[in-house]
């Protein structure tokens, strides 16, 4: 199960219905801010989530 907050909850169910990271991989949608997901999916979806941060803020990217 993952906790995250009601945006990042549409983020991942945009990757999911879209299969953009190759396959499905919410495995139930809970509440507004909880799904189950695929171990499976947990590697691609830090990077897909990491990237998405590291386009939103690339200074603090930088700066690191």
Not at 28 to 45: G, K, N, Y
Request: charged letters at 30%; proline letters at 3%; aromatic letters at 6%.
């Amino acid at each position: 199960m993952v906790d995250v907050d009601p945006a990042m909850k549409q983020f991942l169910l945009h990757l999911d219905e879209k299969m953009l990271i190759g396959f499905k991989f919410i495995i139930r949608d809970i509440d507004e801010t909880h799904v189950f997901i695929t171990s499976e999916a947990v590697a691609t979806l830090m990077q897909r989530i990491d990237a998405l941060m590291e386009s939103l803020s690339p200074d603090v990217a930088e700066k690191s």
